[in-house]
């Protein structure tokens, strides 16, 4: 008899993708978009929803589906359910706002390929029932927007003086010109990273591990 | 019973006098004749830059030791070198909030994040330039002219900006204060526009430039100073000079009309600068000896590239930070032969 790990409650199930396993910080996934779209935070905020609503949808649907796609065809089941899935959001992005699908340019079709996406649909939708399944996804997709929302936030203070596009320091604001590069992007990442695992050490520190 | 002790040691048994507080002291001793010519030519500005950046590096080297949970490793002078050669890097109206940015990064990025000195990759200096240089590229060129009259009664108008805003404009500062100053440095007067800076402006100072890079001569004799101690390696200032001369040399051979002689490649820039106190940096530069003359000859000719083909005037800093990037390779690539192995064909 295998000892199975007790079940996770529906808030442990929802939590994990915003703190233990948080998809930008902790197992750092889907680095693509999180380099590419994080130059403002209306950017990153509406990839990251654009993500979650791509998550939740093919989690519930391939974990209803989970009894009766064979073994052999369930990579390609996935990606065209993940697909269906990126196409409404394509066409939603872009009868809600043009300059933003313009901004996101083909970032929000690469949803399709976001590994976090096919890795929770393997990992954890298609061996779960629908409400642990919608909610683990919901829970990872929130913490994909709010490591996005993290980094778009300082580089567009730092390289814009704006925030959601609202000028924080006047117009004699020096912007940083590095931050909207790539290479701003690798720092504020890097920042947040060491941030992320200090706080998580000393969590450690403070209660010893179960 | 007999217990005679016998005292068991590795190697090294016969230590030098040298250590690293000792070493760093003297590198920061021969560059105090550079800063105070440097504030000789520019004032005010010059002297709160130096202090400013010096400051920043040191304050972050404390709260980096503090935040590692180890002792205090300002005793070893290296952070406060750090700090000067960083200022002496900048334009001298740089305003004083973006060095200090420069002096938090190359010290926490360029070094704290590695784990500290000995184990950094690349100088931590150049990081700092380098950012600022990505992140201000306009501040980074807004040059000054040396010796104007009232430089130690006011500061250059871009010094003082309050932190986070951008500087104001010091064309018509300049214009006004030196009469005919163009705004421009020597190398990038010659890129844009083909004029040919003399030599003996460049020994007089009377160039624009960073902070502390025209004072070539002060350079040179704070380099042979510490070449005679046996503080840096010799070899790497020469091989950086004569490979850039001999890349200008070349280039001026082929196209006469185009490009200009070897002298004004040395002068100008921050070549010596680079040469003498960054590129001869012990934790970053290669220990083998045919790594050393590599290391060294790539700075050199990378440099005069960069200068010539590259969208820089000035490319001394990439130069050196890519022959940084590179030292580790050069180092397996080039061990020395022991004694009584290989060879003999």
Redesign the interface.
Known sequence: MNAQPPRPTPLEEFLEGIWRQNPVFVMILGMCPVMAVTVSAVNALAMGLATTFVLTGSALLVSLLRHWVPREVRIATYIVIIASFVTVVDYLIQALSLQLYTALGAFIQLIVVNCIILGRAEAHASKNPPLPAVLNALGMGLGFAIGLLALGSVREILGA?RLFGLAL?GA???P????V?P?GGF?VLGGWLLLFNWLKKRQGRLQPAR | MNTTRLELRTTPHIKAGRTVEQIMRAVLLTLVPVCAFAVWQYGLSALALIVTVSVACLASERLANRLRGEASTLGDWSAAITGVLLALSLPPGFPLWMGAVAGIVAIALGKALFGGLGHNVFNPALVGRAFVQAAFPAAITAWVPAYAPGRFAEFIPSTLTPPLMQPPEVSAWAQAAVDGFTGATPLARWKYDGVLTPATDFLAGSVAGSTGETGAVLILLGGLYLAARRYLDWRIPVAVLASAALAAWLFQLWAPERYPGPLFVLLSGGLMLGAVYMATDMVTSPVTPLGVWLYGALIGVLTVLIRYFGGLPEGVMYAILVGNALTPLIDQYTPPRAFGTGGGR
Do not use: A, L
């Open positions: 003086g320091f004699d604001f020096q940083w010109g590095v931050m590069q290479p720092f």
